[in-house]
């Protein structure tokens, strides 16, 4: 560790501690050379999720960007707030669980965990997102989701 006052890199640890969580580690240290005192804190770092995206691309898993898609198909509809944070942590979850080792996970499978966890929430916030995600190209495609919602919904019953 490089002092910050003189720039030796001799140095020793006059103290350890953990924080309550057991997450950092702090640690005093001392100069060898100027005997200045200064603390360094010692954490996890792990590897970041990745999205692969539909054209082979990988990007930072980024949660707030999930979840204007998802406001976005929530918009005017009678979800609250609280429903939506704790479904974006679910998908979130879901989405480590999956990527495993690699870290890596596809913009497909996060979709079709928020096409499933908003059928759950609400139908019409599930037609407007499939129908993003889906890509849909025509009106024929956007009444066969809805048919297919119907579908379902008659075998619940």
Do not use: W
Not at 15 to 38: A, D, K
Not at 107 to 119: A, F, H, N, Q
Request: glycine share 4%; net charge negative.
């Amino acid at each position: 560790m490089r002092c910050p006052h003189c720039g030796s890199i001799e140095d020793r640890v006059i103290e350890s501690r953990q924080n309550t969580t057991g997450t950092v580690i702090r640690r005093r240290r001392e100069c060898g050379v100027c005997s200045y005192r200064f603390t360094s804190y010692e954490h996890i770092e792990e590897k970041p999720l990745k999205v692969i995206k539909r054209d082979g691309r990988r990007e930072p898993f980024d949660l707030r960007k999930l979840e204007l898609g998802i406001q976005k198909s929530l918009e005017k509809r009678p979800v609250s707030q609280q429903v939506v944070e704790e479904m974006l942590h679910e998908i979130e979850d879901g989405a480590v669980l999956k990527a495993k080792n690699n870290r890596e996970i596809s913009t497909e499978e996060i979709g079709e965990m928020v096409l499933e966890k908003l059928y759950d929430i609400d139908r019409v916030a599930y037609v407007r997102f499939a129908s993003v995600y889906r890509m849909f190209d025509n009106v024929e495609e956007f009444l066969l989701a809805i048919e297919e919602l119907a579908h379902q919904e008659i075998k619940k019953t």
